[in-house]
């Protein structure tokens, strides 16, 4: 569970710091956004060395956690409601984050 929490603490700093240029570049928002934007990249790079398994291992595992996330802000902060299928996509790649995380070491 620590690790899955930490992939999703690090999938948030990632959205977030990507999010936050898109409302300036395509809502008009304040050019200062760019400052916790760059902020919360550098957090994102900075959780991603926390974890102890070897880097390769570690992206693939948190590209699954990353998509159910990103789901979950579309669905939470976008107001659009996930379909079937993003439901499916989300355990699928969660299932995958399971095998790689579980593994026997």
Avoid at 13 to 39: R, T
Avoid at 69 to 90: E, M, Q, R, Y
Wanted: charged share 10%.
């Amino acid at each position: 569970m620590k690790s899955f929490f930490l992939y999703f603490v690090t999938a948030l700093a990632e959205i977030l710091g990507c999010f936050l240029p898109y409302l300036w570049l395509k809502q008009g928002a304040s050019v200062w956004l760019l400052i916790p934007a760059a902020i919360s990249l550098t957090v994102f790079v900075w959780l991603l060395t926390l974890h102890d398994a070897p880097s390769g291992r570690v992206y693939a595992a948190y590209g699954g956690v990353y998509i159910t996330t990103a789901v979950s802000w579309l669905w939470l902060i976008d107001k659009i409601k996930p379909s079937a299928w993003d439901v499916a996509g989300c355990a699928l790649a969660l299932l995958g984050v399971a095998v790689i995380v579980l593994q026997p070491r």
